[in-house]
């Protein structure tokens, strides 16, 4: 069955990075569109950024444009989130997901000082 | 302000019908296939509906979707408690290049 399984959340000060790693299995990774889609605290989803199958094309979403670099490894599995100059408005639960629906359970990033 | 529009909130007995609707533009829904996702508190999302009007294996048939012109709708049938959740429809959008969510819909089954 298919597994997404994000780590490296955790509590940064702002102005500080932080990488989120999504492993996968259970599917042929290499075949899928990866997203990334933060939830802040009581608030809706919002869609943080895409990368194709083959890593040729990547978009983000303005909040993050600039900031946060999308990245990843069909060798491996593992679909990456680079985050650079973090800001609190970016604390949320951040979740993998796949083109086709998948979403793996989430990893909290809190930005506070 | 969501690029998609859904209402905060929607209600219905038991056993009855709720229609959801996502209202967007010529650029994404216009444009692109829709998706529905189920999210139950404290838990991860879940895919309910893709491709506009298509269910994953799992999902009972009392959900199913739709779309027309920029306008999709997500109606639940035969409503059960275990229904009250946060709905939320997704695209792309063309003219953002941005993925687009609704600002979600709580369900809440009476």
């Known amino acids: 069955q298919v597994q997404l ?29 990866m997203h990334w889609v933060r939830q802040a605290p009581g608030k809706g989803l919002e869609w943080v950024s895409v990368i194709s199958s083959d890593e040729s094309n990547k978009y983000y979403a303005d909040s993050v444009k600039g900031r946060f670099t999308l990245s990843r490894d069909n060798s491996m599995n593992i679909l990456y ?23 793996g359970q989430g990893t909290l990033v809190t930005v506070a000082s | ?27 994404n829904i216009g444009k692109n296939y829709v998706s529905w996702h189920q999210q139950f508190p404290g838990t991860a999302p879940k895919l309910l509906i893709y491709e506009n009007n298509k269910r ?10 739709s779309k027309s012109g920029t306008s999709a709708t997500l109606d639940i049938t035969g409503l059960q408690i275990g229904d009250e959740a946060d709905y939320y429809c997704v695209t792309w959008d063309s003219s953002l290049t ?13």
Request: net charge neutral; proline share 7%; glycine share 14%.
């Open chain 2, 98 to 110: 941005a993925g687009v969510f609704g600002g979600g819909t709580k369900l809440t089954v009476l």
């Open chain 1, 81 to 103: 989130l680079q985050m650079n100059s973090l800001r609190p408005e970016d604390t949320a639960m951040y979740y993998c997901a796949t083109d086709r629906g998948d979403w």
């Open chain 2, 1 to 27: 302000q969501s690029v998609l529009t859904q209402p905060p909130s929607v209600s219905a007995a038991p056993g009855q019908k709720v229609t959801i609707s996502c209202s967007g533009s010529g650029s």
């Open chain 1, 5 to 33: 399984v994000e780590s490296g959340g955790g509590v940064v000060q702002p102005g500080t990075s932080l990488r989120l790693s999504c492993a996968a299995s259970g599917f042929t990774f290499s075949n899928y569109n």
């Open chain 2, 56 to 65: 994953p294996s799992g999902i009972p048939d009392r959900f199913s979707g």
